[in-house]
């Protein structure tokens, strides 16, 4: 991990998966042991509330939606998956898709989960 540290003078690793796929789990996971195993400070965020100008050498940022300048910014990507089909029961069951709606949301949980 030094090494890797000593190459940049930050270091961006994304935390990038489908909704209801363990990604806040893998987030949490990469944050403590980041934070337990180096003697640099690390900056946590979501990505909506991100803030590039922080001064913390390591930046973790978790992110669900592909996103191309964040792939191009970052120096690690961490991923989680999930069978597609308990992605959907999950988000239909926390209410935050209609069933109608199924279909198109897995084809886009699909599209960004393979483009990262």
């Avoid at 980041?34 to 909506?48: C, I, K």
């Avoid at 999930?82 to 029961?89: H, K, L, N, P, S």
């Avoid at 999950?90 to 897995?106: D, F, M, Q, T």
Wanted: proline letters at 2%; glycine letters at 6%; charged letters at 20%.
């Amino acid at each position: 991990m030094h090494g890797f540290l000593a190459m940049n003078e930050r270091n961006v690793i994304l935390c990038a998966g489908m909704k209801r796929s363990g990604s806040t789990w893998l987030y949490n996971v990469l944050r403590v042991l980041l934070q337990e195993h180096t003697t640099y400070q690390v900056y946590g965020a979501w990505v909506s509330d991100y803030d590039a100008k922080n001064l913390a050498p390591i930046h973790l940022i978790k992110v669900h939606g592909f996103n191309s300048q964040l792939l191009d910014y970052s120096d690690l990507v961490f991923t989680s998956r999930r069978d597609i089909r308990d992605v959907i029961a999950s988000l239909i069951r926390k209410g935050w898709i209609e069933p109608s709606n199924a279909l198109s949301a897995v084809s886009e949980i699909i599209e960004n989960h393979a483009r990262w």
